[in-house]
Nanobody
Framework: VQLVESGGGSVQAGGSLRLSCGAS????????MGWLRQAPGKEREGVAA????????YYADSVKGRFTISQDNAKNTVYLQMNSLKPEDSAMYYC?????????????????????WGQGTQVTVS
């Protein structure tokens, strides 16, 4: 399984970015796809997740109303639309996946929940 992120970059506060995560080699029918981020000196934290089986979405409180996670099953791609970006959103953003029908509210934000990881894409907000 290979996860490849793209779309990161530098943006001013209040701006927007859209991250993409393409999945290949994935034979499972359904999966939980998550975006997690890690800022320097901080632990990796869950940002958003989507269950590709049922389409349920989950968000960290810090990004609710600003970020939107979505999927394109035909392209095996998950997106993270990030609006109203703040300097505190600056981090390396990772795409992750786990074979599962849904993500589950008590699990999706945990690093240990995921089996597969991308290399990450840097987001810098100034």
């Amino acid at each position: 399984v290979q996860l490849v992120e793209s779309g990161g970059g530098s943006v001013q506060a209040g701006g927007s970015l859209r991250l993409s995560c393409g999945a290949s080699g994935y034979t499972y029918r359904s999966k939980c796809m998550g975006w997690l981020r890690q800022a320097p000196g901080k632990e990796r934290e869950g940002v958003a997740a989507i269950g590709t089986g049922g389409g349920s979405t989950y968000y960290a409180d810090s990004v609710k109303g600003r970020f939107t996670i979505s999927q394109d099953n035909a392209k095996n791609t998950v997106y993270l639309q990030m609006n109203s970006l703040k300097p505190e959103d600056s981090a390396m953003y990772y795409c992750a996946a786990r074979p599962s029908y849904d993500c589950y509210s008590g699990s999706w934000s945990s690093v240990g929940w995921y089996n597969y990881w991308g290399q990450g894409t840097q987001v810098t907000v100034s």
